[in-house]
């Protein structure tokens, strides 16, 4: 099954040539959904082939400007291209003022409705759910409020081998009875335990996007044990004091984050363009977490 | 002396592969002046390296998005850039809210300072003078309130041939009579006639931005003998009713307004993407006015 996060902009603050302000789509089991959206996304779906009205819930972390100014053009296209399906948007409560105000603004009554969710960035709260996945908003420590965002798969039940369904004409009630983890009774009288039966599902996944934030406990506790996390990592340890006041983290905090929250694999970005090379961030964090990739433009990263 | 238009984006309503939304740059004698600032119109100044802080007069004609929506992260572009230099911005009264709640949600304070002036669009009236130049907003026939945008250069005084000041010894007083259109007298008593020492200055050039309209007389009237007009024909004939209704220009219309008005040059623009090739619009317009050019990003038009 599908689960993976393709990075549309992984820049810091102001466009440069080099990146595109933040935006980001994962894809669960082909249903796609948006985390931040700068100036810009949608031009980005567009080079990328993400298919935009694929896109039901739209997940916007903070309100910089470089985290949601894409967000109206993105639903003003939407709504020229003919869709009609409700649209969900998460955010903090000022964003459904200024999606009120631009519509106004423009005279646009839009062919589809928006059913708009304030976040709230105090708390950890579960703010979707459907068969295999749960989002949960959770809070980050920056300038203004934020919330980050935990996309959790639900575990799967064991999987049983289609072999022995046939060779024993199984029943769907003794499908049933062996996926909860109970043995069997065959038509001969004999025992088919769960264990021979079944094969344990993968163990569930789960993905935590962390942008922006400066370094904190709170995140590591929300995070833990995460198979990816996408943590900003705007500067290098030579500016931590920089960091510090804006609010933001290097890559040796994002590498601290990861460690102490035992994730698996972390990937950088919301890159400051002061640096020369990208790679610096990688070189920095590894120093405390092993597995670190690089956010870039149209990059897809299993989950 | 320089006076031309950059365009950065010529597409209509939602971008495309092809075209990004409206955005252009004029350049009188090395001053910018940026005209509607689409969805990722920064981006595009920085691939065409139009100089963000060379830019002090933004001209917005109307709010629908794919006119303004690049506006805010410009704004925040310029101060995290380290702009001081107050910025003057003419639009839509509504325009100014869109930009205090935008500041107010991101919780940022400029460091350079917005003058903002509304635009009405009933009138025509000049909005911008500096020695060299006048800004007209006029009124334009759209779905929401519109205007147009008239750049008049002033008409320039004679110039003097250098070589005669020298050969006469012109005194600085002669020079003032002399491009003043009168004659003065030499010091040998003789009388040096104005026809003889001035040559015309160049034609004072005027350039119209008109987008985005329906075909209208007021139009007509306002760009009257333009040196060049940017005229939106967002169709082609075949749409007729569809520009009518949603009050925009055929390439038709385009062209009859250049007709009319009798100015010199037509360039067409904020095309729909339903067409295979833009050079339709060249050739329906053609059929009516002869000098008919094709916006395109990253073209500059002398004017």
Chains 1, 2 share one sequence.
Do not use: W
Request: glycine share 4%.
């Amino acid at each position: 099954m599908t689960f993976e996060v393709t990075i549309l902009g992984c820049g810091a603050a102001a466009p440069t040539t080099k990146h595109h302000p933040t935006s980001q789509v994962v894809n669960m089991h082909d249903k796609l959904f948006l985390i931040d959206c700068g100036e810009g996304s949608q031009m980005q779906m567009r080079k990328y082939k993400v298919k935009f009205q694929r896109i039901n819930h739209i997940f916007i972390s903070h309100l910089h400007g470089d985290h949601y100014l894409g967000l109206m053009g993105f639903i003003s296209s939407m709504h020229l291209l003919g869709r009609k399906t409700k649209l969900y948007i998460y955010g903090p409560a000022d964003l459904k003022l200024l999606i009120d105000m631009n519509l106004k603004a423009s005279n646009t009554y839009l062919d589809y409705e928006i059913e708009f969710r304030a976040t709230d960035s105090k708390v950890r709260e579960m703010i979707y759910e459907d068969k295999s996945l749960e989002v949960y908003a959770f809070p980050l420590k920056h300038r203004v409020e934020c919330c980050g965002f935990l996309f959790k798969e639900k575990q799967r039940k064991p999987k049983i081998e289609k072999e022995l369904v046939e060779r024993y004409k199984l029943r769907p009630s003794q499908i049933i009875q062996l996926k909860r983890g109970e043995d069997t009774v065959l038509s001969d009288g004999s025992i088919l335990p769960f264990a021979t039966a079944c094969s344990p599902a993968d163990a569930a996944k789960t993905y935590a996007y962390c942008s922006d934030t400066a370094y904190s406990e709170t995140v590591i506790e929300n995070v833990r044990n995460a198979t990816l996390i996408y943590h900003e990592s705007t500067f290098l340890n030579t500016e931590k004091e920089r960091a510090k006041t804006t609010f933001h983290s290097t890559a040796e905090q994002a590498a601290t984050v990861a460690k102490n929250a035992n994730v698996q694999r972390l990937l950088l970005g919301h890159f400051s363009p002061r640096y020369t090379s990208d790679e610096e961030f990688r070189d920095e964090a590894k120093t405390i977490f092993e597995n670190v990739e690089l956010a870039n433009e149209g990059l897809t990263f299993k989950i």
